[in-house]
């Protein structure tokens, strides 16, 4: 069966983007470092947005604040003299002024950068597409290659680096991993929802299972899954696709919750 | 130099070997806190050797400067006769267990105890090669000499203090290495758990013939394998001996004031 173009690019989109923002959500949540994905996401908005002021990509204007907030939010997280939640706080209020200040200079209309808040899977582009593919390709291949140390960094970061797993450059990897998905996903799902999108899916995936492989697979199931729920009902309600897609990803959380086997044990 | 802290570990038995660990006034600062300063120290291979000091002596530090993960700001390290500096931290990790005091994990964790002592293995192994039969033998050989094979399949999360301890030192076994780090193996078990473990840890040293440095503040309960005493306070070493010596009375009451 031949699906129309536009439908086909919103199917790959949703797989592509919820299998990305499940997967480098575990190591998120595995590392509880769930205020790092805020801040990353709202990092790319502001990024988006400052490249339209200044007439650059604004893809690009994202990654590379994604990539500025990583190498920020890193070393500062391991300062022993600054609470990490503070710190990436700080980091948080910067990116949202500069994201405000940059929406308060754009001249003329704004409806281009509000975009990059709420985002439109039913919009998507054919290089919107492009890049998702090759940001969740690289993710997995990512995973794949270096899965037995992303572990031993998930299981303690302290205990990677003694065993002589090369911890931080994977922590940092990890990082700018997590700052370019959200990249890829901005015009698709939005820089203030996206978040959620990291989240949820590994926090429902945790729930269900004691096997961390099963997990990143769970994981990239409930982002698909939450996905292409928010596309159909987008499509049949008219409703905001990158706000039924956060709604359905929480719903699965609470779902999980409830149903957890980790709940009836010990 | 303190000339306590020049003075040589020696193995039991006597015999002097070639230093495993020698330490040549350094020094460790966190920002403003001077954590450990100009010692100077040599651990002979095969030595079972004790950091004692009160809270904050620095004794943690001390243990972590072997392996690199102490902040070292100067002097110089030498572990297993190489150099310890950024080009080699990362081989001599893979050849130091280390069993860290505390070691957080979430009690959710999707990680059993197999996978968690399969981690000593993945710094040998190297990056982009896939842990093989070899490294899983070894890891079930680590959690048989340290009796927890049958915690094998349980979460990590799912694990008493006493059976933690065990399968952190399962662990470092797996890694197969020539130096034990312990950093207050024995501190919140209970008696029996505590005796278990330290029959554990000597037996393990013994048998796999290794340099064992452990860190503790309770000098009544030192194991009594412990051939040589460090005593640590206020960042720098006081004295290096045999056990009888550091033990006096008069010195431990001075250590502790």
């Known amino acids: 069966m031949d699906l129309p173009p536009l439908l086909a690019r919103q199917l790959a989109a949703a797989v592509l983007g919820g299998a990305a923002c499940g997967l480098v959500g575990v190591w998120v949540v595995m590392m509880r470092i769930p205020f790092v994905g805020v801040a990353m996401s709202h990092a790319a908005f502001a990024g988006a947005v400052i490249g339209l002021l200044v007439g650059v990509n604004p893809l690009v204007g994202a990654a590379v604040a994604c990539v500025l907030a990583s190498v920020l939010i890193g070393p500062l997280a391991e300062r022993s003299d600054l609470e990490p939640s503070v710190s990436v706080g700080i980091i948080f209020s910067v990116v949202l002024g500069i994201a405000f200040l940059g929406i308060g200079l754009l001249p003329g209309p704004r409806t281009a950068a509000l975009s990059y808040i709420w985002g439109n899977i039913l919009l998507v582009s054919g290089r919107d597409v492009t890049v998702m593919a090759v940001m969740t390709g690289v993710v997995l291949g990512f995973l794949l290659l270096f899965f037995k140390e992303i572990r031993a960094v998930l299981y303690n970061r302290e205990v990677a680096r003694a065993v002589g797993v090369p911890e931080r450059p994977l922590f940092y990897a990890m990082l700018v991993l997590c700052g370019l998905t959200v990249t890829a996903n901005l015009d698709t799902i939005g820089g203030l929802l996206i978040f959620s999108l990291i989240i949820n899916p590994p926090s429902a995936a945790y729930q269900l299972t004691w096997r961390l492989r099963t997990m990143f697979l769970l994981s990239a199931l409930f982002g698909v899954g939450s996905c292409l729920v928010g596309l159909v009902v987008s499509y049949l309600t008219d409703a905001p696709s990158g706000a039924v897609i956060i709604i359905t990803s929480s719903v699965a959380f609470g779902l999980a919750l409830l149903f957890s086997p980790k709940r009836r044990r010990r | ?257």
């Not at chain 2, 230093?19 to 954590?35: G, N």
């Not at chain 2, 001390?62 to 390290?77: A, E, F, P, Q, S």
């Not at chain 2, 070899?134 to 990590?156: C, H, I, K, M, Y």
């Open chain 2, 1 to 257: 130099m303190n000339p306590a802290s020049a003075a040589v570990v020696r193995a039991p038995g006597g015999r002097v070997p070639g230093p495993v660990v020698r330490l040549d006034r350094v020094s460790v600062c966190y920002y403003e806190h001077i954590a450990l300063s100009d010692v100077s120290l040599e651990i002979p291979a095969r030595a079972f050797a004790a950091i004692i000091g009160p809270n904050g002596a620095g004794k943690t530090t001390l243990l972590t400067v072997v392996n690199g993960l102490g902040d070292i700001r100067g002097g110089r390290v030498e572990v297993l006769d190489t150099v310890l500096d950024r080009r080699t931290v990362r081989g001599l990790r893979c050849r130091i267990g280390y069993v860290p005091q505390h070691l957080n994990v979430d009690p959710r964790a999707p990680i059993n105890c197999r996978e968690a002592v399969l981690l000593g293995r993945v710094g040998r192994a190297g990056l982009l090669r896939r842990l093989s039969a070899a490294d899983r033998a070894a890891a079930d050989r680590a959690l048989e000499l340290t009796g927890v094979s049958r915690l094998a399949d349980r979460p990590v999360g799912h694990l008493s203090g006493g059976e933690a301890r065990k399968v952190s030192l399962a662990r470092v076994i797996a890694q197969e290495p020539e130096i034990l780090l312990l950093d207050e193996p024995l501190s919140n078990l209970d008696p029996r758990a505590a005796d278990e473990l330290e029959a554990l840890v000597v037996r393990l040293h013994r048998r796999l013939d290794l340099t064992t440095i452990l860190v503790t503040h309770r000098v009544d309960r030192l194991p009594p394998a412990v051939t040589r005493v460090i005593l640590l306070k206020d960042a720098r070493v006081v004295f290096v001996g045999d056990r009888a010596a550091a033990l006096a009375p008069d010195r431990v009451a001075a250590l502790f004031a």
